[in-house]
């Protein structure tokens, strides 16, 4: 169902500039599920990615802890998060799988841990 909800989600990307549509799901440990879409913008750097969209929405309903998020991008081969992507999930699930599935319907799976290796953790741990 992460996997639908990506799916379903990518048809509402706003992608009118690179055309590279995509859709992601977070899943809380509660079970919710929030799908999130790429919102590009006509200043280009100011687009945000599918999977940060749907971060932003869980942590708006108060979903603060994510265990997994899956990610439906267009193409043959599956896509995955951006590096700044990773750090962002890194923040809100630092054990959770990231999944994503190409058009063939393969899909992979992988620890954040093992995307993001040696993650930024703030400069507060970082002094101890
Ligand atoms: N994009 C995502 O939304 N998620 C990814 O994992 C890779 C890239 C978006 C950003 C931009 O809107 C478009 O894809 C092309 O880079």
Known sequence: SLFRAAQEARGRAYAPYS????????LADDGRIF???????????LSVCAERSAVQRAVSDGAQKLVAVAVRGPGESP???CGG???VLYEFGP????TSVGDSGNREERPL???LPDAFRGPATAAT
Do not use: H, K
């Open 113 to 115: 841990a093992d995307l």
């Open 85 to 87: 992507c990773r750090q």
């Open 19 to 26: 055309r590279f549509m995509v859709g992601a799901a977070v």
């Open 79 to 81: 896509t995955w998060p």
């Open 35 to 45: 799908p999130g879409v790429n919102v590009e913008n006509a200043s280009y750097p």
């Open 95 to 98: 054990e959770m799988i990231v």
